[in-house]
């Protein structure tokens, strides 16, 4: 059987730095549903990010030793998959993403498209 290729994974502003924060445990759990998106399947522990209009963009959530850990990540880019950002839930109160990380992933998300653009003009430029 042959293996699929797997989409690039590219890190958005100080994402990596974020999740290299995080216990061993929850970087294992996050870092494997991001090897699962980077082979076009979808780890049970992702979901849809509300607020985002679809299943563009996604979250991981890995609950450890009484702490939430998120990672979001989209696959809105044909051929790349973009970390937003990494961060732990620190509100007790609900399971609503806090407004400042909702911001950034948005801050993030834009960035991410900008890159996309710059790669995918790259590569038009280059057939021509």
């Known amino acids: 059987m042959a293996r699929r290729p797997r989409t690039?994974?590219?890190?958005?502003g100080s994402s990596l730095k974020e999740l290299s924060?995080?216990?061993?445990?929850?970087?294992?759990?996050i870092?494997?549903?991001?090897?699962?998106?980077q082979l076009?399947?979808?780890?049970?522990c992702a979901k849809p990010l509300k607020g985002f209009g679809g299943a563009g963009v996604l979250?991981?959530?890995?609950?450890?030793?009484?702490?939430?850990?998120?990672?979001?990540?989209t696959v809105k880019f044909r051929g790349f998959l973009y970390v937003l950002h990494a961060f732990q839930?620190?509100?007790?109160?609900?399971?609503?993403?806090?407004?400042?990380a909702m911001d950034l992933v948005r801050d993030r998300l834009k960035a991410a498209q900008a890159d996309?653009?710059?790669?995918?003009?790259?590569?038009?430029?280059?057939?021509k």
């Open 59 to 73: 979250e991981v959530v890995d609950d450890f030793d009484g702490d939430t850990f998120r990672a979001v990540y």
């Open 31 to 37: 870092g494997y549903a991001l090897h699962q998106a």
């Open 116 to 127: 996309y653009q710059s790669r995918t003009k790259e590569t038009t430029d280059a057939k």
């Open 89 to 100: 839930k620190k509100s007790r109160k609900g399971s609503e993403t806090p407004k400042a």
């Open 40 to 44: 076009g399947e979808k780890s049970a």
């Open 8 to 12: 690039p994974l590219i890190w958005v």
């Open 21 to 29: 924060a995080f216990p061993a445990e929850v970087k294992q759990d």
